[in-house]
């Protein structure tokens, strides 16, 4: 018998270890090796023009709705076929900014929000796999 879920608790503390980790990241400067790579092959593919710094705030906001946004999503379907759609069209729509990035002429920022939109999305799923499904009544 599964344990009862707790979306709303679940949804903040994954949300939050996530955020958490990509401060971690950001702090530790992973994330500007790997968006340095990304810039380099953009500009090696031949677009005019030197590339433009995308505002900070940006992909912090981008991370913040789409970690919370997928974690409540996630917790709230039923069947880890649809949680596995759910979670790779998130990561799709992450991987996406990288060419719309590049015809704005913006350095992309994508790594931080990947890894933690990757977090979120792996421990939703745990936690949605080890409790009752949304609209289970408990045996």
Do not use: C
């Not at 979670?87 to 990947?114: D, E, K, N």
């Amino acid at each position: 018998m599964k344990p009862p879920a707790h979306p709303g608790a679940a949804v903040l503390a994954i949300g939050g270890m996530s955020l958490v980790l990509a401060v971690v990241v950001q702090l530790m400067g992973l994330a500007r090796r790997f968006d340095t790579v990304v810039a380099s092959w953009m500009e090696g593919i031949g677009l005019e023009g030197k590339l433009r710094v995308l505002p900070p705030l940006l992909p912090w906001v981008w991370t913040i709705l789409i970690v919370f946004g997928l974690t409540a999503a996630i917790l709230g379907s039923r069947r880890n076929w649809r949680r596995a759609v759910l979670w790779v069209s998130a990561i799709v729509l992450t991987l996406g900014w990288i060419p719309v990035l590049a015809l704005a002429a913006y350095r992309p920022s994508v790594t931080m929000p990947l890894i933690a939109l990757i977090w979120s999305g792996l421990w939703a799923i745990i936690y949605a796999t080890r409790h009752q499904e949304p609209g289970n009544a408990p045996d």
